[in-house]
């Protein structure tokens, strides 16, 4: 008997299953695989191509006592993750191999992630099977907006009529939530991604942002005449929770304000280079809100010089810290969301290294339970996530190129958070709206 008739006869006796294989990013898969002899090993190689970059992962195991591994249920003896887990392939990539060649922009991609899962024995393939994420679905509608007071993007749902609506804010870093407003605008949702952040050379700035981008936001949404149902929810990511919280302190359209690694403190604005002198991020009626702090911090931001200029990555945790260390400054700056009139979910990571956003949170927190808020709250805190909770089931690139920024936790920690995050911010606009 020949190689290739051994192959043969091998890939007759194994199947690979994956259920769906054709889905949106949120949805769960199922892997599992069915052999004819229990007790084989056997592994399993997950590969993809996204931004011309080539990612893997991989996982060995046992075959079951009754012929079947399903990896929700079963623990990988070797690999690059180390619990049952189905999404573990997925969330375990690492990057192998640059392809030359024009980049795309990742954060406004919205192309369908396509991997490809292998199943070897005794190092051949013996089955294949190609898993394809979709952030957008066929029946969501996008549309550019430039003018109205403010830039953004909708996603209109074009099958359903009695949708709210949700505005999106990214963080300092992004002009907009692109990605993770197509995804919400998939599970039911007419989603508003708002670019708050100015341009300068090209890039985001932070710094003077009036609180009335979102207040036209609003008016967009409750002009439009294919929204008949006018509830409108609030996401901010990281600095973008400060905007969120600001605008549903002062407009009362406002009904569900989602805070994802944020603050209840309103910081400073960011220029191009640290200064001793910090200008306002926000503004209202013409006039800089409350924030912290005026100055630099001394001990940190003498710190953070140092380390910059030696090119090293650096945490903001220690500045940010510091800014509120003056209880006139913390009291002065912290955002009034006792005037918000609707439900809030607060997500953070305990390892947040950019700031302490679980700290930041809760002081929110502290404070809606001293005004006694009539309306639902809640804080939600991963352990081992850092800053980047993000879309579920997307790959970072964790200390594989150079950043200036630490974010804190890990790929495989703040990808777990991620899938669990988005299901409670689901669970939650499904419930407040």
């Known amino acids: 008997?020949?190689?290739?008739?051994?192959?043969?006869?091998?890939?007759?006796?194994?199947?690979?299953?994956?259920s769906p294989s054709d889905c949106l990013l949120n949805t769960p898969i199922n892997i599992s695989v069915h052999g004819k002899y229990p007790g084989t090993p056997f592994t399993l190689k997950a590969?993809?191509?996204?931004n011309n970059i080539i990612f893997s992962s991989e996982a060995s195991f046992i075959l079951g006592e009754n012929g079947t591994t399903n990896l929700s249920e079963s623990v990988p003896f070797n690999g690059t993750y180390a619990e049952a887990n189905s999404m573990g392939l997925l969330w375990s990539m690492r990057r192998v191999k640059y392809i030359s060649g024009s980049t795309a922009d990742t954060f406004y991609d919205l192309s369908p992630i396509k991997t490809t899962l292998t199943l070897e024995v005794n190092n051949?393939?013996?089955?294949?099977?190609?898993?394809?994420?979709?952030?957008?679905?066929?029946d969501i509608k996008m549309v550019p907006i430039k003018e109205s007071g403010f830039i953004g993007t909708a996603f209109v749902p074009q099958n359903k009529t009695n949708f709210a609506s949700i505005i999106f804010l990214d963080g300092s870093q992004r002009f907009q939530s692109i990605k993770e407003a197509a995804l919400l605008a998939s599970n039911g949702y007419c989603t508003l991604s708002v670019s708050y952040l100015k341009s300068h050379k090209h890039t985001p700035s932070l710094s003077h942002i009036p609180v009335e981008t979102i207040g036209n936001a609003i008016e967009w949404l409750n002009t439009r005449d294919f929204i008949v149902n006018k509830k409108i929810g609030i996401v901010g990511k990281s600095r973008g929770s400060e905007l969120a919280l600001h605008a549903a302190s002062i407009y009362h359209d406002i009904e569900a304000i989602i805070s994802i690694a944020g603050s209840g403190i309103s910081y400073h604005g960011l220029k191009d280079n640290l200064t001793m002198n910090l200008p306002p991020a926000w503004t209202y009626r013409g006039k800089p809100l409350p924030y912290a702090a005026l100055y630099a911090p001394k001990l940190s931001g003498y710190a953070l010089y140092k380390q910059l200029s030696q090119n090293k990555?650096?945490?903001f945790r220690d500045w940010y810290e510091e800014l509120i260390a003056d209880k006139k400054v913390l009291d002065l700056a912290t955002i009034p969301v006792e005037n918000i009139k609707g439900s809030l979910l607060f997500i953070s990571g305990d390892d947040d290294l950019?700031?302490?956003?679980?700290?930041l949170s809760g002081i929110s927190i502290q404070r809606l339970n001293r005004f006694k808020h009539p309306w639902p709250f809640k804080h939600d805190i991963y352990s081992r996530a850092g800053h980047r909770i993000e879309l579920p089931h997307t790959y970072h690139n964790y200390n594989e190129s150079p950043s200036p920024f630490l974010y804190g936790g890990n790929q495989y920690s703040d990808l777990k958070a991620s899938h669990n995050a988005w299901n409670k911010l689901v669970l939650f606009l499904n419930e407040v709206l």
């Open 1 to 18: 008997m020949d190689d290739k008739t051994v192959e043969y006869k091998i890939a007759d006796e194994w199947n690979l299953h994956v």
């Open 47 to 50: 590969t993809k191509t996204c």
């Open 124 to 138: 051949v393939c013996v089955s294949e099977q190609t898993i394809i994420q979709h952030h957008l679905s066929e």
């Open 313 to 315: 990555s650096v945490s």
């Open 354 to 359: 950019m700031w302490d956003s679980a700290k």
